[in-house]
Nanobody
């Protein structure tokens, strides 16, 4: 049974921090990523990590967010620091079962599996 389950979302004031977690089960994968979406907008790639450990970040979060993985335990994390109101969104964990070139790692259509999402709200 393929499953991705996120946790760690919540409400925080601007400048604060949150750590999102995702647990994967039931499949193997080569790339994992975090995406976010607000109502009326397309899902946006935030950060991604390949099975070789290489990472990719959206320009809007560089220097503030860090993606990491605990491969033996099938866990993915997103440490979010210096949060801004514009970071408010539903955050999704995703996985791709094939290797993605760097230019595709923040593109949602290339991912095969998705979690249900966890809400992050940042107030000013």
């Amino acid at each position: 049974h393929v499953q991705l389950v996120e946790s760690g979302g919540g409400s925080v004031q601007a400048g604060g921090s949150l750590r999102l977690s995702c647990v994967a089960s039931g499949f193997t994968y080569s790339n994992q990523g975090w995406f976010r979406q607000v109502p009326g907008k397309e899902r946006e790639g935030v950060a991604a990590v390949a099975d070789d450990g290489s990472t990719t970040y959206a320009d809007s979060v560089k220097g503030r967010f860090t993606i990491s993985q605990d491969s033996p335990n099938n866990r993915l994390y997103l440490q979010m620091n210096m949060l801004k109101p514009e970071d408010t969104a539903m955050y999704y964990c995703a996985a791709a079962d094939r290797y993605l070139r760097t230019s595709r790692r923040l593109s949602a259509p290339y991912y095969d599996y998705w979690g249900q999402g966890t809400q992050v709200t940042v107030s000013s």
